[in-house]
């Protein structure tokens, strides 16, 4: 008999976890909450609870040709940088192709995942599922939780003070849809990411004044780099990638400032990063430099505090009005599901061996796939995780011992940088 593979989730993650189980020969079952497949790459039009969400604008940060899984190439009429449609689109045609829609169970929250009493021995998990009201039970041999980092939305409003007397609106980024919402107001984006930067030039086209409020600044490099060839392509190869590895983390982040400023003086436009020390995803957007020497957008330090209808920002005296607040500050790591005891979170960092497996079961049945933000594309790097993960499933591959591991990530979290 195979053995029973439970997998989270029919994102990017949770297809790639299925066509490896069927690859090592193992049977999954894919639970999905939605009524489709695609995960962060499904678009509505409103926010559901516990979902990623996305707005109607995003186009990919990485090209297609660095994007794909290995045995799947997109087609050769697809655009270079693919607009979350056309993305779907590649998502249903691989799912079709490999036929793993018969093994995912639609419409299907996962309640709990606990360990059987005989889990030293066995490694087998209790998994309690919940379909149109109705709670199952099923026992499996392993798990694969693929619901990536963006669920859980980070708000943490008490650190503004003054927040509470605002009489505008203000919402988490993960609420943004269309730039309908901004029209004819003034707008402050807090937090420099990829969609705080992305949703503040959208609001230029609707908006009255846009200002983006950044304590730390960001690198930002175009998705068109030397020769008109993808960043990615030009950026991420091989040879740079273990010049990365080798050279001290101060020599990176050097590398990665002259690159970013041979597009832009990142000092001249205000964003250039405070702490250099640390290594941080540099943010992939074409137009941002464009908004702000037309003066589109305006770049701001943190916020002091807020008053009725204005906020006030570091090392500033004035107040400057504002009728609408996009809180992008990220999100929490959170697996509600599973018991503390099992996988321990904290600080937004999850104590996971190889970004996969928590190093202190007695049997390694538990993976965490698809829980890491690399620098480009995420569908290479969760395939491989999931290739690898079945494979110590069937026995194939083998974990260190948990000494090893511990050491590996207590070093991953001192060295830790933000791709």
Partial sequence: MPKKVAIVGAGVSGLASIKCCLDEGLDPTCFESSDDIGGVWRYTEYVEERKASLYKSLISNTCKEMSAFSDFPYPEDFPIFLPHAKLLEYLRMYTKHFDLQRHIQFKTTVISIKKCLDFPTTGQWDVVTETNGKQESAIFDAVMVCIGYLTDPSLPLYSFPGIDKFKGQYFHSREYKHPDVFKDKRVLVIG???????????????????????????????????????????????????????????????????????????????????????????????????????????????????????VVFANTSGAEKVDLIVFATGYKASFPFIDETVLSVGNKHASLYKYIFPPQLEKPTLAIIGFLRPLGAVMPVVETQARWATRVFNGLCKLPPVSTMMEEINKQKENKTNW
């Fill in 192 to 310: 420099m990411g990829n969609s705080g930067v992305d949703i503040a030039v959208a609001a230029t086209h609707t908006a009255k004044k846009v200002m983006i409020s950044t304590s730390r600044g960001a690198w930002v490099i175009s998705r068109v780099f030397d020769n008109g060839y993808p960043w990615d392509m030009v950026f991420l190869t091989r040879f740079l990638n273990i010049i990365r590895n080798i050279l001290p983390g101060c020599v990176t982040e050097g590398l990665l400032a002259n690159r970013a400023n041979q597009w832009f003086n990142h000092a001249h436009y205000g964003i250039i990063p405070k702490d250099r020390s640390v290594i941080r995803e540099p943010i992939i957007n074409d137009e941002l430099p464009s908004c702000i020497i037309n003066g589109k957008i305006t770049i701001r330090p943190e916020v002091k505090e807020f008053n009725e209808n204005a």
